[in-house]
């Protein structure tokens, strides 16, 4: 069974920093683009990022260029989302998906997610 | 304002057929990359509803389909029952943002 577990959300003040852990079972994580999508409280979806197979290639949307940073440890069948500078609006539930081969892009699978609260 | 137009909210009874537009522009739907939707029911995360414009994942029934025209697309879901009470987002991708992008959703109530 495909299976995607979050964890590392929680409070963090404005400016300050978070690491997002996604844990994947049920499938070769390794062959497989992965990506991180939020959805703030009561609001739609938003792609953030996602990154190729390998880790070699990593694409962002604008508004986390230069704040958020995307990676894999396929040894460890594991993704990661590292959130610097940490805004207010930045908060939201923050799923990790996988993406369904030959399509651009199709999220066939994701976590239950993990929230992320940015206040002080 | 999201790069993917969907109305805020459709309705209909049981039974009956609604269908959810999705209009894009030049750089996305127009072209010419696939369009996906998603349903999201109440609490839940969302789930692969249509993939590659018009295509079905195994386990969702033929009652959802998808349509593309030009810059726009449409799901259309007939035989409406109460289950599909959900919120319905499309998704693409946009070249002139790099990214891909969702639509704003539509709830769907079923009265």
């Known amino acids: 069974e495909v299976q995607m577990v979050e964890s590392g959300g929680g409070l963090v003040q404005p400016g300050g920093s978070l690491r997002l852990s996604c844990a994947a079972s049920?499938?070769?994580?390794?062959?497989?683009?992965m990506s991180w999508v939020r959805q703030a409280p009561g609001k739609g979806l938003e792609w953030m990022a996602n990154?190729?197979?390998?880790?070699?290639?990593?694409n962002y949307v604008d508004s986390v260029k230069g704040r958020f940073t995307i990676s894999r440890d396929n040894a460890k069948n594991s993704l990661y989302l590292r959130m610097n500078n940490l805004r207010a609006e930045d908060t939201a539930v923050y799923y990790c998906a996988r993406e369904r081969p030959g399509q651009l892009v199709a999220l066939d699978y994701w976590g239950q997610g993990t929230l992320v609260t940015v206040s002080s | 304002q999201s790069a993917l137009t969907q109305p805020p909210s459709v309705s209909g009874a049981p039974g009956q057929r609604v269908t959810i537009s999705c209009a894009g522009s030049s750089s996305n739907i127009g072209a010419g990359y696939d369009v996906y939707w998603y349903q999201q029911l109440p609490g839940t995360v969302p789930k692969l509803l249509i993939y590659?414009?018009?295509n079905r994942p195994s386990g969702v029934p033929d009652r959802f389909s998808g349509s593309k025209s030009g810059t726009s697309a449409s799901l259309a879901i007939t035989g409406l029952q109460a289950e599909d009470e959900a919120n319905y987002y499309c998704?693409?991708?946009?070249?002139?943002?790099?990214?891909?992008?969702f639509g704003g959703g539509t709830k769907l109530t079923v009265l």
């Open positions: 049920g499938f070769t994580f390794s062959t497989y683009w």
């Open positions: 998704q693409s991708y946009d070249s002139s943002l790099r990214a891909v992008v």
């Open positions: 990154i190729e197979e390998d880790g070699s290639a990593k």
């Open positions: 590659g414009n018009n």
